[in-house]
């Protein structure tokens, strides 16, 4: 009977928490306790339509906030007003929102505003410095203080909300959401059987050149942090004229400003245009190395055995001394002699491609699942 359902609102609008939330959501759709009512901002659009569609997973309604080169506080007033109206019409039992974006926090908020209970899916993540990840550390700290229930992934990110006074009893350790997206991936590619094709933007990688991957686009790296990312490539292009340097570039305005700047005019460079989900899977499993400052490269790299460099100076998804995962900041100097030893040392390259997964089992959306209906049934009328 529909007036037995909860209504769940699932609300995300930039690529990752797509990516993250999409294994999620197929799990919801499957219980018959729950009608989920999946809201898409529009925070992003052509990399949200992307890797939606590499789930065959379609938003039920889209706030499209996005405009080009968008304030963080004008981003923030389109998001509170237009998911206000949401909440209005959809009415949920909770919302469901994920990690650390503007649509994260302003969703939590725009519940909060209304007395509608929030779940946050990959809670408890910190760096403890509030510029470094900017502004990502406030909008998770702020997710919290607004959640009634708590997903973490990980044992520390459980800690980290015990150390800010969240309720134990509120905190489930899950797994991270994003291993389940990729296993899902790399099963499809598995089963297709899918490589580009000649006349694709990655049809110059169909021969057997080494790869090294790039992706950037954190605002507290914009300016001579990434100019510094940015020429640390064009010299290890340069020294290394037998490997191809690969960089999805993200749609940012600033981000394509510095790296076509820099890095058009090389032969060994392929700039190309940010991939859908299926696509940047393989590229993974393609390359040899990858740089990243993105959060869930950081998490999908070492359970695919790929050694990652994080081009940032502070991470709240510290993998352990012995990982595939090294810091190596936006210090010119410090990206090119990693690399370099990567390219050079068999043996220590093989010591960082063991393949481990510390973020997460692949079955963390059947936990979430599982907790959230239960929380549904029994807690959410002490709530209200
Ligand atoms: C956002 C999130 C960041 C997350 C990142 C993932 C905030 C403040 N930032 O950063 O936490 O790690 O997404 O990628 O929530 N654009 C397009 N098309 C797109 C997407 C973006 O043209 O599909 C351009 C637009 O000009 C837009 C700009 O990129 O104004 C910036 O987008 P925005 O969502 O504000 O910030 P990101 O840097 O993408
Ligand atoms: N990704 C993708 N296409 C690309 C680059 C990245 O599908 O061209 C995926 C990647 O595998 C990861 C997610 O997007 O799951 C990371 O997104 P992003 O770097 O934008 O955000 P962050 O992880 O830093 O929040």
Redesign the pocket.
């Known amino acids: 009977m529909m007036s037995d359902l909860f209504v769940v609102s699932m609300v995300f609008g930039t ?2 928490e797509a ?1 993250k939330m999409a294994p999620l959501a197929a799990k919801l759709r499957e219980n018959s306790n729950i009608k989920l009512h999946i809201c898409s901002t529009g925070q992003h659009r052509e990399m949200l339509t992307q ?1 939606l569609d590499a789930f065959d997973l379609q938003a039920d309604e889209d706030l499209d906030v996005m405009t080009s080169g968008q304030t963080l506080n004008g981003l923030s007033q389109l998001l509170l007003t237009r998911l206000d109206r949401s909440f209005e019409q959809t009415k949920p039992d909770i919302v469901l929102v994920h990690g650390d974006t503007t649509t994260s926090f302003m969703a939590a908020f725009a519940a909060f505003n209304r007395r509608i209970p929030v779940a946050h899916v990959e809670a408890g993540l910190r760096t403890g410095n509030i510029h470094s990840p900017w502004p990502e550390e406030a909008n998770r700290a702020l997710t919290a203080v607004l959640a009634n229930l708590h997903f973490a992934p990980t044992e520390r990110d459980r800690n980290n909300l015990l150390e800010e006074g969240v309720d134990p009893s509120q905190i489930e350790v899950t797994g991270n959401t ?1 291993i389940d997206a990729l296993l899902l991936m790399r099963d499809k590619l598995t089963r297709s059987g899918w490589t580009p094709d000649v006349a694709s933007p990655l049809g110059p990688l169909n021969n057997d050149r080494r790869v090294v991957l790039i ?1 950037g ?1 954190r605002r507290e790296s914009f300016g001579d942090g990434f100019h510094r990312i940015c020429t640390a490539i064009a010299d290890l292009a340069d020294r290394n004229p037998d490997v191809m340097f690969v960089y ?1 570039v ?1 749609l940012n305005p600033v981000v394509q400003e510095a790296v076509y700047g820099v890095l058009d005019d090389k032969p060994n460079v392929l700039l190309v245009p ?4 299926l696509e ?2 393989w590229l993974m499993n393609r390359a040899s190395i990858i740089l990243t400052d ?4 950081q998490e ?1 790299a070492p359970a695919l055995g790929r050694p990652v460099l994080v081009l940032r100076d502070v991470t709240e998804r510290p993998s352990g001394a012995d990982s595939a995962s090294m810091m190596v900041g936006t210090d010119h100097a410090k990206i090119v002699s990693a690399v370099q030893k990567l390219l050079d040392d068999p043996d220590y390259y093989r010591e960082k491609s063991q393949t481990r997964s510390p973020f997460g089992d692949g079955h963390a959306s059947e936990r979430i699942e599982k907790r959230l209906n239960a929380w549904l049934a029994r807690d959410r009328r002490s709530v209200a």
């Open positions: 690529r990752p990516i890797v994003v992706t686009h999805p993200h940010p991939q859908g989900y940047f899977v993105s959060g869930g490269v999908e």
